[in-house]
């Protein structure tokens, strides 16, 4: 089956800690995303990349970092700079070519820090 | 800056009833719109798109309908069944600095559906 796949589904995390979250994708898609959920909020950018090896920063970057080496891959660090670092964490990715640029969703992490 | 909205954080319903889940955005060069479920602990789910130069949509028990006038989008469901309960975000598209599109998500409204 095509589709996105994060890992791990929960993930626990003591203060101070860097930690990283996977995000695979086999749909030969160009672009992925890396999107924070706070409870009862909408999904908000951190991170994105239109093609291999060049990544952006989104709307809320700060404390994380990212890296994309593999068309499959685009991997999200929590680093210990990221002052509230407790959320949801989605992965998606999409194609770049055409009009209609639908974004599919990863099952999401959950991340808490002790 | 530029946000999409919604009006109703809740919105009940009796099973076998249509709901309606509105959506105000703000960027009249939004050209393409989303609506996309969410099941609680889940990733959002792609329900029915719209391009900015129709009304209306219409899928399987879904219908979007785009008000360009007033920057207003609504979903429509259709006979709502249990399986319907979940939060439900538009998202409207946009550009981002580095080339290629951005989506901005809406909070979300929360559909409950009441046997």
């Known amino acids: 089956d095509g589709g996105i796949t994060q890992s791990p589904k929960y993930l626990f995390r003591k203060e101070g800690q860097n930690v990283t979250l996977s995000c695979e994708q086999n749909l030969n898609h160009d672009a992925m995303y890396w999107y924070r959920q706070d409870p009862g909020q909408g999904l908000r950018l951190i991170y994105y990349s239109q093609i291999v090896n060049d990544f952006q920063k989104g709307d809320i970057a700060e404390g994380y970092s990212v890296s994309r080496e593999k068309k499959e891959s685009f991997p999200l660090t929590v680093t210990s700079a990221q002052k509230n670092p407790t959320a949801f964490y989605l992965c998606?990715?999409?194609?770049?070519?055409?009009?209609?640029?639908?974004?599919?969703f990863g099952p999401g992490t959950r991340l808490t820090v002790l | 800056g530029e946000s999409v909205g919604l009006h109703l954080p809740t919105l009940s319903v009796q099973e076998g009833d249509n709901s309606i889940i509105n959506c105000a955005y703000s960027n009249s060069a939004s050209d393409y719109f989303i609506w996309y479920k969410q099941e609680s602990g889940k990733g959002p789910q792609f329900i029915i798109d719209?391009?900015?130069?129709?009304d209306k949509r219409q899928g399987q028990r879904v219908t979007v309908l785009l008000n360009k006038t007033v920057k207003h989008l609504s979903l429509q469901i259709a006979a709502t069944q249990p399986g319907d309960s979940a939060v439900y975000f538009c998202a409207e598209r946009g550009p981002l600095t580095g080339g290629g599109n951005k989506l901005t998500f809406g909070t979300g409204t929360q559909l409950k559906v009441e046997l």
């Open positions: 719209i391009r900015s130069n129709m």
């Open positions: 998606a990715s999409s194609t770049t070519s055409g009009i209609l640029n639908e974004q599919f």
